[in-house]
């Protein structure tokens, strides 16, 4: 048997940042996201000879251990053993005597499209279809969330384990003691075709580390850094103001609800922008866009743009210069599957 998993990547729309601890538990956080058509995947093969081998397809890395758990936590495909040793702590002894685990994901780590935990979540998928375990949304998502940030202290927000899990459009809130409530959008269908048509995904060919610039901005929450916190108070406005546009079809706000975030995220920390990507912003912008924003933590990656009427094929030309790619995608509606054959 083949036990295998799927779980979808998000395009973060508004309240990035909100997400993170110690924000999240003093103010309370909020964050709007949707998961598109690019995945995290992950697949279990069982062997009967006393070997771990990791296979990540994408990025031509593989590894080989001796089926003795806790694997080492070395700097190698730690996110994978991550996983591993905390199935094997809270389940016990996995089945067989070893097995092969490939793991492909559709866009480069450091991309700004929460890459790394829908990764984990995808792991984790494949060994509850192979385990059974007795997983449910919330379950699976928040024990991603601590397996990230708290068995292997990577430094991170909370909303990309729930949406690999959930999938959809969701509206997020995010309080202390790790209190999450996921609230699924009913977004007509007509207005994901239109966001969708408008919404471009740009991907600057760059990748950055998003653990530093989380890490100043978790500081400035900590040293009570007033400018920081209150750019971090409009962003989680600015979900709310998403939140409406979306539900009533008002579309073409949103460039300009995209534009408002941008310039508080900027405030956020140093390193979320560049010299680079204000020139791309900027020349996005000229080009028709109403607004953008860096996808995720910031300082690279993807980048999207909202291009009201017919503005995105100018958009997409000006974008051309600068040598990256515009990536195609649609909307989801399901979060992480999981099979077997």
Known sequence: MIYRSKAPLRIGLAGGGTDVSPYSDLYGGAILNATISLYARASIEPLNNGQIIFECADRNESAIYDAVYPLPIDGKLDILKGVINRVYKDYGKLPGNGFKLTTYVDAPAGSGLGTSSTLVVAVLGAFA?????????????????????????????????????????????????????????????????????????????????????????????????????????????????MKEALLRGSIDKIGEILDYGFE??????????????????????????????????????????????????????ALNSFGGDVKRYTFTHHGIQTWSI
């Open 129 to 241: 279809e192979w385990m059974k375990l007795p997983l449910g949304e919330y379950d699976l998502a928040h024990l991603a969330y601590s397996i990230e940030r708290e068995d292997l202290q990577q430094a991170g927000g909370k909303q990309d384990q729930y949406a690999a899990t959930f999938g959809g459009v969701n509206f997020m809130e995010f309080y202390k003691d790790d209190k999450v409530i996921v609230n699924p959008l009913r977004i007509k269908d007509v207005y994901l075709h239109e966001l969708e048509n408008n919404l471009i995904l740009f991907y600057t060919s760059t990748s950055r580390l998003s653990s530093s610039i989380i890490s100043e901005q978790q500081k400035n929450v900590t040293e009570k850094k007033d400018s920081s916190i209150e750019a971090m108070h409009h962003l989680k406005d600015q979900a709310i103001m």
């Open 264 to 317: 508080f995220k900027k405030k956020m920390a140093k390193g979320i922008t560049n010299p680079q990507l204000d020139e791309i912003y900027e020349t996005a912008r000229k080009a028709g866009a109403s607004g953008g924003k860096i996808s995720g933590a910031g300082g690279g990656g993807f980048m999207i743009f909202y291009c009201p009427k017919n503005t995105r094929f100018a958009v997409v030309e």
